[in-house]
Every structure is written in structure tokens, then in C-alpha cells.
């Protein structure tokens, strides 16, 4: 019996030893509660508003400690309310709009990018996972929730983005990339051009290397080849082939940021979204859109016609003056050359931009301008010849360019003036038609010439449209040059 009651004895004090035991545990657990009541009450820190004089639920005490001491087995039942989330979010993004995580999550929001990346929790932690996060005070809750050791199922599993390019970083590349010639050809860099002026670094950085592949985008394509394609409006063609494209992201026309006038390697028939937007003849007017680019090549054909239009009213402005009355009238011989020097720049100023337009390289100007001059010729020429007209650049001012009909000097039909001689020569050793130039461009330097026509005819002819009465220094201009020359006949016309 006193066995019995020996063990009895030893039994109940080793059972009020486990209960004194755990009842200290509990207290010491209670006092930590009460210090972490009294200082979230003080901070007002939690996800859920709660009143200096309402009761604390258990869901209450729960949220707090395991904000405080996320260690506890407790906390793996516990999600940071979502309401919390995104108020740290939008505060810390208010005052950092340029922040890698701050323009993800605006690209997430309007549809653009989707997926694990872009749910709350992950972007705070990309938010969170700075070198600097501890002086945010939006951060505080998140770097003592998921400290080491943590039980916190949210920070076990929270899909922050690998390999993120910081926006210090991402501004660094950038002003690498775009100093020195190589900038003035990217309109990206007009975001980011200094390291006080810099909007948007990581937008910036995805539109020049999505353009153009070089050395300093190697930190933004190491971090777009975790991504599939639920960020390719981010990363582009630098995202991988895996997932789905996001419902809500827009399919750009043509590759922004790289604008050129020109395409570089040939003709290019369509463009897309990896094609550089084309510049429509001034800096700023770029074909980023399907619209501006079917605008562009309606505006180029009816440039054609204009310019076929300009030849023609040139024609006009000198067949309204008679010859006569340009000897007679000076007057109106200085309106014809007024209009003349209006209609020919006018002419001349759309032959360029017709120019500049075929050499974009893009099929669609090019024969939007073809075939406009092809329609004006039609429209307005009647068939007539307006070979000439359409190399303004290359015009010669010699009157053989323009055809034996018009004077080199004063473009004046010669075909109406019978006041002016001719002397025809018979020509010797004209072998070529290289030999015709030759004849025809010295012909022209003799005082007295108006117009010059040689030809191979029955082993070479010239007749010289002359004013002068010396003909012997004709026949000697042309032997001069290495021909020989004979009097054919003297007349006019």
C-alpha cells in the first residue's frame, strides 16, 4: 500500500510539473501578445483597421503575432489580407512610379502582362526584395513576416520575379546604350537622358533592346527568359515560347523606340512588330500605326500625280507667252521666269520627297509613288514624252536635254523664232555616240551658238543654231576637238 501511494505521489507531481510548465509558457506567450497589442495599437500597422477601444478577436491576435513572430505553428493557417497588400503597394508606388515593380505592376493592371508574376503578394515581394526596403515603411510588415524561419504559407511560396533589372540598373544600360550618335537614332532615349532625367528605366531599357540587341541589354534578357509568353509585351521576342499571350495585350504595329527612314537591308514588303517604325519625311512623323501608314502611302500616290500636275503647269506657264511678246515686253518676260522659278521649285520639292519616300525601302511607298507619277501621266500629260522632268536632280543645262524643240538660255521655242540661222556641217571620223557629246558640248562654248544638234546621220551632222557670222570658228571649234568639219549648207530652219 505505501508502494501505492509512493508512486501515487510521484505521478501528480509530475503531472503539476508539466502544468505549471505549460502554464508558464502560456503567460510568457501572453505577455508577448499584450506587448505586440499595445504596439500595433500604438503603430496602426495591421491589415484591418482596428479601434483603440474595440475587442481583439482571436483572427486579430493571430494576425499580429504572426506579423511579429511569424515562427509560430499557428502561422500556417495565416494570409496576409490582400486589402494590406495593395495599400503598401499603392503608397510606396505613388511616391516611386519609376520603380521595375511599380511599372509591372501598371502593365499587369491594364492587362498587358498576367500570370504568377503580377499577383499582389509577388510584387511585393519584388518591391520588398530591395537592397534599400528596409527604409520603406511599407515594407516593414512584409520583413518581419517573412523573416528566417517563417510559417507564413505566403512567404514559403511568394513568386517574386527572378533576376529583376532594378531601375538604378536598368537606367545605367540605358545611358550606356544611348550616348553618342547611336542615341540620336533611337526615340527611346529621348525618355532617358541623363541620371536625373530618366522616366521609366525598365520600359526604356525593353524598347531599345527589343530594337536593337547589344552588349548592356544582357541583364534585361537574362531576366526576360524566365518569363513566357504572359510577359512578351515586356520582354518581346526575348520572352520564351511557353504559356499564353495575356488577354489584354495589344499587338504593336511596328517595333517603337528605333525609328528609321529607311530600311536597311532591302525592300521590305509588310512590317511587324519586330520591324522598325518608319519616319514619313520629318523627324517625329512615325508610321507606328496601321492607319498612319495606310494615310502615308494614299498621301505618296497623290504626290506622284502632283508632281506629273507641276511638269505640266510648267509647260502651261510657257506656252501662255508667246515668243514675240517675251522680246517685246520685258515685263512679261519677267512674270513667265517668276512663274516659272514658283512652278519649278513647287515641281522639284515634291520630286525630292517622292525621292526620299521610294528609298524608305518600303514596297508599299514605292509603288504608291510609281504608280501616282503613271496615273498623273495619264491624267494630265495626254501621252506626251516627260522624260527629263522626273530627274531634277540630273538635269543638265544644256538645251540637248530638253530636246531639239527649246533653247539652252532662254527656253525659248526655236521651232517659232526663224530669225535664228543654221548652219549645217557635214562631220569626219564620228565613230561613236560618246563622239556626238563631245561635238555638241564644245559647239555650245562658241559665242553666238543657241543650240547645238549632232547626230551619227550619214557618218555625222550637226546643226548649229548660230547668231554669230564667223562660221569658219565653227568648223574650227570642231576640229579642235579632233573631228573634221565641212560647210553643208546655211540657212534658216
Not at 256 to 262: P, V
Amino acid at each position: 500500500m505505501k508502494g501505492v501511494n509512493i508512486a501515487f505521489t510521484l505521478g501528480l507531481s509530475l503531472v503539476c510539473m508539466g502544468l505549471m510548465h505549460k502554464l508558464s509558457s502560456l503567460q510568457s506567450q501572453l505577455s508577448d501578445l499584450q506587448q505586440n497589442v499595445q504596439q500595433l495599437k500604438h503603430e496602426r500597422r495591421l491589415g484591418v483597421d482596428i479601434p483603440m477601444s474595440s475587442p481583439l478577436s482571436v483572427t486579430d491576435l493571430s494576425a499580429m503575432s504572426c506579423i511579429t513572430m511569424p515562427t509560430m505553428s499557428m502561422c500556417t493557417e495565416y494570409t496576409y489580407p490582400a486589402s494590406a497588400i495593395n495599400q503598401n503597394l499603392d503608397l510606396f508606388c505613388s511616391n516611386n512610379t519609376s520603380e521595375s515593380a511599380c511599372l509591372i505592376r501598371s502593365q499587369c493592371s491594364s492587362g498587358g502582362l498576367c500570370g504568377q508574376y503580377c499577383e499582389p503578394f509577388s510584387l511585393l515581394a519584388d518591391v520588398c526584395n530591395n537592397a534599400n526596403s528596409e527604409s520603406f515603411s511599407e515594407c516593414s510588415d512584409y520583413n518581419s513576416m517573412c523573416a528566417s524561419g517563417t510559417k507564413v504559407p505566403q512567404c514559403l511560396h511568394q513568386n517574386k520575379i527572378p533576376d529583376l533589372v532594378s531601375s538604378s540598373t536598368a537606367k545605367t544600360d540605358v545611358l550606356t546604350m544611348c550616348k553618342g550618335s547611336m542615341g540620336q537614332h533611337m526615340s527611346a532615349c529621348q525618355n532617358c537622358v541623363s541620371e536625373t532625367e530618366c522616366k521609366a528605366p525598365l520600359s526604356t531599357l525593353a524598347a531599345v533592346c527589343k530594337t536593337m540587341e547589344m552588349p548592356s541589354c544582357a541583364n534585361f534578357m537574362n531576366m526576360c527568359k524566365q518569363f513566357g509568353q504572359e510577359f512578351h509585351a515586356l520582354c518581346g521576342q526575348y520572352a520564351s515560347s511557353t504559356g499564353n499571350s495575356c488577354s489584354g495585350e495589344s499587338t504593336p504595329y511596328c517595333s517603337t523606340g528605333m525609328d528609321m527612314t529607311m530600311f536597311m537591308n532591302g525592300f521590305v514588303g509588310a512590317v511587324s512588330p519586330s520591324t522598325p517604325c518608319l519616319v514619313f519625311l520629318f523627324k517625329g512623323w512615325s508610321i507606328d500605326t496601321s492607319g498612319k501608314m495606310a494615310g502615308a502611302i494614299i498621301f505618296t500616290f497623290f504626290l506622284g500625280i502632283l508632281n506629273v500636275y507641276l511638269i505640266c503647269l510648267r509647260r502651261m506657264v510657257y506656252s501662255s507667252f508667246p515668243s514675240q511678246l517675251i522680246r517685246k515686253t520685258p515685263s512679261a518676260r519677267y512674270m513667265r521666269n517668276i512663274l516659272l522659278f514658283a512652278a519649278f521649285s513647287a515641281q522639284l520639292t515634291t520630286a525630292y520627297a517622292l525621292m526620299l519616300l521610294v528609298m524608305s525601302y518600303f514596297s508599299g511607298l514605292f509603288f504608291a509613288a510609281t504608280f501616282g507619277i503613271a496615273a498623273g501621266h495619264v491624267f494630265f500629260s495626254g501621252g506626251q514624252a516627260v522624260v527629263g522632268d522626273l530627274e531634277p536632280c540630273c538635269i543638265e543645262p544644256l538645251a540637248g536635254r530638253m530636246g531639239s524643240k527649246y533653247n539652252a538660255f532662254n527656253y525659248v521655242s526655236l521651232e517659232e523664232n526663224t530669225d535664228i540661222p543654221v548652219v549645217h556641217l557635214r562631220l569626219e571620223g564620228m565613230t561613236c555616240k560618246s563622239c556626238t557629246q563631245t561635238v555638241s558640248a564644245a559647239l555650245m562654248q562658241v559665242e553666238g551658238v543657241q543650240h547645238a544638234e549632232v547626230s551619227m546621220k550619214n557618218g555625222g551632222e550637226a546643226s548649229v543654231y548660230y547668231t554669230g557670222d564667223q562660221v569658219a570658228t565653227l568648223l574650227a571649234t570642231v576640229e579642235g576637238v579632233g573631228f573634221g568639219a565641212s560647210v553643208k549648207e546655211l540657212g534658216n530652219h
